[in-house]
């Protein structure tokens, strides 16, 4: 089941109310990353213009971040964002080699 934590982002001059993380990244990579993490991963994002990687016929844009880096180790983080939605929905996030 989703999680969802209220979170006050700006990304892409979008005002962000909360972030929604789905939990399939428990699958694979729960050993190195949590919901505590990626929200940290998220704040980073925070003020940014990043741009989608794809943006589907019914409006959905689709992030891939990689690397993002905090403490040092890097990280691919993938998020999709809606125009008319307030939220940022992780989709997957895990560790990455660092580069």
């Known amino acids: 089941m989703q999680r969802e934590y209220q979170l006050s982002l700006r990304i892409n001059g979008r005002t962000l109310k909360k972030v929604v993380i789905d939990p399939h990244y428990e699958i694979k990579h729960s050993d190195s990353i949590n919901d505590a993490l990626i929200l940290k991963l998220v704040k980073t994002l925070n003020r940014e213009d990043i741009e989608p990687q794809t943006v589907r ?39 990455r080699p660092n580069a």
């Open 57 to 95: 016929s019914n409006g959905w844009e689709i992030y891939i971040v990689d690397p993002l880096y905090l403490a040092g180790k890097a990280y691919r983080l993938v998020f999709c964002l809606h125009p008319d939605a307030i939220y940022l929905g992780v989709i997957n996030a895990f560790r």
